[in-house]
């Protein structure tokens, strides 16, 4: 049984992956952070019998709890702390929360390091932009100019988001497109959209587009979620991306 501390478990995806981990055979959540229900169970506030977590407003409290697994799907100013603390406290971490920089991510290597632990960090779980990032790698090493394009809702609040973040990262150590030092990437925020990335690949005369488009569920999300929690333990050190997980 894989203890599980879900960070972000009131949210609109932490919520639907809390009742995924209810009703799975292998996986336990022990506890649950939301600042805006600290106190409250995680049943109540969700209207769900089979969660019987209780709620705290810091990962800190939380982790008082054991946990095998910490998952992070809060906001981009408390996510590093969160991160810290779980890998402190002996925890594995997968990362959901976007808008980390490489430079966050490298501390939090060290960290996962000193500590023996595995840190999985997906800038999006649904399986569509997992394959999205894998055929993009793919395509780059034949065809060295691309730009990639970033859509998402006006409130979302980080730009780049963390789907493109990890794809910019991903083909960088590819070798940088002779258009820059890096990734061009174009962010666009405007009502209408929710989560969407694209990647334009240019060729003399040809012209190739690799696009993600996400719905308004959340559920594309859970599958991948759930596969990481699994996965996360048998690993050491920072992962990105969790096609690096997959057997593709």
Not at 178 to 190: A, C, E, K, M
Request: proline share 4%; charged share 20%; net charge negative.
């Amino acid at each position: 049984m894989i203890r599980v501390c879900l960070a972000g478990a009131t949210g609109w995806a932490g919520s639907e992956l809390a009742r995924a981990i209810a009703h799975e055979s292998d996986l336990t959540l022990v506890a649950a952070v939301s600042r805006s229900h600290a106190g409250d169970k995680l049943a109540d506030v969700l209207d769900d019998p089979s969660l019987s977590a209780p709620i705290y407003g810091t990962a800190e409290d939380a982790l008082r709890h054991p946990c095998d697994v910490f998952v992070e799907y809060t906001s981009p100013q408390v996510a590093r702390a969160n991160i810290l603390a779980a890998l402190s406290a002996g925890a594995h971490v997968v990362v959901g929360t976007s808008g980390l920089s490489d430079g966050e991510y490298a501390e939090i290597d060290a960290m996962a390091q000193r500590r023996s632990r595995a840190v999985l960090a997906c800038g999006n779980f649904a399986l569509t932009a997992v394959l999205l990032q894998r055929f993009a790698a793919m395509a780059a090493k034949l065809i060295p100019q691309w730009e990639i394009i970033d859509y998402a809702d006006a409130a979302k609040l980080d730009a780049p988001s963390g789907t493109v973040r990890e794809l910019a990262t991903r083909l960088a150590r590819l070798g940088a497109p002779p258009t820059g030092s890096d990734s061009r990437i174009h962010s666009v925020r405007l009502p209408g959209y929710v989560i969407s990335a694209e990647i334009v690949f240019g060729m003399p005369d040809q012209r190739l587009s690799i696009r993600h488009d996400a719905g308004n569920s959340a559920r594309p999300y859970v599958d991948g979620a759930l596969l990481a929690i699994r996965k996360v333990g048998s690993l050491t050190g920072l992962h990105r991306g969790l096609d690096t997980v997959l057997d593709l």
